[in-house]
């Protein structure tokens, strides 16, 4: 029985285990990109706890590098933290843990982050020396309330044209005039130079933030083995201003199914103009979702401007938990910036 660092080969063990826990399937193609592939040099970061040849636990870390007060630093995001359930009450978790924290203050680390479940969440602070920094704010807007209700009472399904309707009016509302005269919004399958000038540039903007460059765009988006992902860019006379990566899902809901548009990711100078424009573009490109929503704190630009266009908090649903490895910073909500693509799940 022993904790130990991942070794080529032990794929398919995990892949068993991240099935016989999450109750789903994983393509090897995704497993490459999540562990292998990331711009990182420290990826793939997995530990497992094999007891005599079998793997019982797995945890990993995605790392990334990221600004921390303008300086470019590594920090990692929790993922698949996994004990095979016939095997729970052994102390699994808390070995895992506890090798993965050594490892990642050696490696230099600066700041562990996730968004754990409740369970997860009570033991990080009982075990770590995690901080519960705050609940994430979830902005929504409802662009089809006919199409929702449909969903509850089938009754009203032969009133889904009027719903339609609604949602043009809406989105016209929010698409608004047309760009001034030398402003583009146009979608992009190529992360230029312009990208990582404009990470540069923002990197102050929160004293945490993920360096949201070229390489990273290109790997978390753009690269994506099974989600497909649209990035939008905003350009003044050519010069990258800011830019939006939207997804749609389509979700069980009630008796039917329901549309759901995502904001996953928006990085742009801190101009109120500029987020205007990215979030009218943003619900314009959305056209068919019902519901559209996003991550954003409370007190950025961003909120701000889709707040103007009917996106606003709806609840704070996802704990953000840290573990500071000597970053001296993030131990606040307040400190990041975020969005749903800082998450595996979206």
């Known amino acids: 029985m022993t904790v130990r660092a991942y070794q080529t080969g032990d794929e398919p063990q995990i892949q068993a285990l991240y099935h016989k826990v999450f109750e789903k399937d994983r393509s ?12 990182n040099a420290l990826n793939p970061f997995i530990f497992v706890y094999e007891d005599d040849g079998a793997l019982l636990g797995h945890i990993a870390l995605w790392v990334s590098d990221a600004y921390i007060n303008g300086v470019t ?5 929790r993922v698949d933290t996994m004990v095979d359930p016939d095997a729970r009450g052994r102390g699994i978790y808390r070995q895992l843990n506890d ?3 050594t490892a990642a203050t050696d490696q230099g680390i600066k700041l562990l982050y996730g968004f754990p479940a409740a369970q997860a969440k009570e033991q990080l602070l009982k075990t770590t020396n995690a901080v519960h920094a705050g609940d994430v704010a979830r902005h929504r807007v409802i662009l089809d309330p006919v199409a929702l209700a449909a969903c509850v009472f089938s009754f009203l399904k032969p009133l889904k044209t009027l719903g339609t ?11 608004g005039d047309v760009l001034p005269e030398g402003w583009t919004l146009r979608e992009v399958t190529t992360c230029d130079e312009q990208f990582d000038e404009l990470a540069d540039a923002c990197q102050q903007m929160k004293p945490v933030m993920l360096k949201r460059d070229a390489a990273y765009l290109q790997w978390r988006y753009l690269r994506h083995p099974e ?22 899902e389509t979700v069980p809901f009630k008796k039917g199914q329901a549309v759901i548009g995502h904001v996953v990711d928006a990085l742009a100078y801190d101009d109120a103009s500029v987020w205007e424009y990215l979030a009218k573009g943003a619900v314009a490109t959305l056209a068919a979702a019902d519901v559209i929503q996003l991550w954003a704190s409370p007190d950025a630009t961003a909120a701000h401007a889709f707040a103007r266009i009917g996106v606003k908090e709806h609840d704070r649903p996802m704990p953000l938990v840290v573990n500071d490895l000597g970053a001296d910073t993030g131990h606040h909500l307040s400190d990041w910036w975020l969005t749903q693509g800082d998450v595996d799940s979206f």
């Open 28 to 39: 090897r193609d995704e497993w490459a990109w999540k562990f292998r592939d990331p711009p």
């Open 73 to 77: 630093e590594p920090i990692a995001l």
């Open 99 to 101: 090798a993965m924290l």
């Open 165 to 175: 309707w609604y949602k043009r009016w809406k989105r016209r509302h929010a698409s």
């Open 227 to 248: 989600a497909t992902y649209r990035l939008i860019a905003l350009s003044k006379d050519g010069h990258l201003q800011g830019y939006v990566v939207l997804t749609t």
